[in-house]
């Protein structure tokens, strides 16, 4: 077990250019998330996968983020058109889908819009 | 996702010390977790807590969850400088979805 994942650790972008990063959970966790967090606040829900079906989003998920997950495993999150208040860290995190299990979080990815 | 209202924002403290942090919430939640985050790093599990006045410990860090559902306290004893970190506590009602919602964090600082 090498805990969730997430590459790249940073990324440096300059402002209406598109960014894509990529989770993979715990192996066998069914359930994924992705979050966003910002400088003194908490964690803030994006949205959930459980197995390749995309079941809950967050109006914080503008239609400019597009969240995957094709097969179940690794999961991709994609901001089009970056605007400097994208700059964030984007944290994914998983769990098994059995009972209340918790979730576990990765390092994340720090983006950086220039 | 709602805020929740997790107090002191920061405390600064001495090595030995305890510690005591809490969180509120206008809605009843039915998990409470606390977690640590390190700077640059994605935050770590420290409690889960379950059931309406459940109490559970971890080694020197002790969790409550409150009778009414709306509220948790976390608990360090003995304090040393490792203990750094933020502390966030999170409410999840699975009746109401998937997600966690965060508290916005307290900062503890402790001293040699």
């Known amino acids: 077990d090498t805990g969730v994942s997430q590459n790249p650790r940073h990324k440096i972008t300059k402002r209406g250019q598109n960014v894509t990063f990529r989770c993979d959970p715990i192996?066998?966790?069914?359930?994924l998330y992705w979050y966003r967090q910002t400088l003194g606040q908490g964690p803030e829900f994006l949205t959930y996968f459980q197995n390749e079906a995309q079941l809950e989003k967050s109006r914080l998920l503008s239609d400019r983020f597009s969240a995957e997950r094709p097969k179940g495993s690794f999961s991709t999150l994609e901001i089009q058109r970056t605007e400097q208040g994208d700059s964030a860290m984007y944290l994914c995190?998983?769990?098994?889908?059995?009972?209340?299990?918790?979730?576990?979080f990765g390092n994340g990815t720090r983006l950086t819009v220039t | 996702g709602q805020q929740l209202n997790q107090s002191p924002q920061s405390m600064f403290i001495q090595e030995g010390e305890d510690v005591s942090m809490n969180c509120t919430s206008s809605?009843?939640?039915?998990?409470w977790l606390w977690y640590k985050q390190d700077p640059g790093e994605g935050p770590v599990l420290l409690i889960a807590?379950?059931?309406?006045?459940e109490l559970t410990s971890n080694g020197r860090l002790t969790a409550q969850f409150g009778i009414t559902r709306k509220d948790s306290f976390l608990n360090i004893s003995a304090s040393i400088p490792s203990d750094v970190g933020i502390y966030f506590c999170a409410g999840q009602d699975s009746n109401s979805g998937y997600a966690l919602n965060f508290g916005k964090g307290t900062s503890l600082l402790v001293t040699p």
């Open positions: 809605s009843i939640f039915n998990t």
């Open positions: 192996s066998e966790h069914n359930r």
């Open positions: 995190a998983s769990s098994p889908l059995t009972g209340n299990s918790p979730l576990h």
């Open positions: 807590l379950y059931k309406a006045g």
